[in-house]
């Protein structure tokens, strides 16, 4: 089984960036999509960013098109979620997703314990 693990959450000012990252563990296949969702406080997960673990292609949310970049490293232990010019409507519990399977009802077959990004004005 795949194992992942976020880390680089934090608190930043509006404008500012951060930097999330996603260890990756296990099993994984060229043909996976992972990625990232995020979780506000009461109210339901929405779709991030994605890519195919193979590198090919990358999707992303209007909301965040423009200043998130999704990336992974060249071994493909580690994805990344670049957030620059960061909102306070950023703010939320950021999870990284493996072998997504539906973007609008947020279904992966793995999912990250979650980091906290907090974006103050």
Do not use: H
């Amino acid at each position: 089984q795949v194992q992942l693990v976020e880390a680089g959450g934090g608190m930043v000012q509006a404008g500012g960036s951060l930097r999330l990252s996603c260890a990756v563990s296990g099993r994984t296949f060229s043909y996976y999509l992972m990625g990232w969702f995020r979780q506000a406080p009461g109210k339901a997960r929405e779709f991030v960013a994605l890519m195919s673990w193979s590198g090919a292609n990358t999707m992303y949310s209007d909301s965040v098109k423009g200043r998130f970049t999704i990336s992974r490293d060249n071994a493909q232990n580690t994805m990344y979620l670049q957030m620059n010019s960061l909102k306070t409507e950023d703010t939320a519990v950021y999870y990284c997703a493996g072998d997504i399977k539906t973007i609008a009802t947020a279904s992966a077959n793995y999912w990250g314990k979650g980091t906290l990004v907090t974006v103050s004005s």
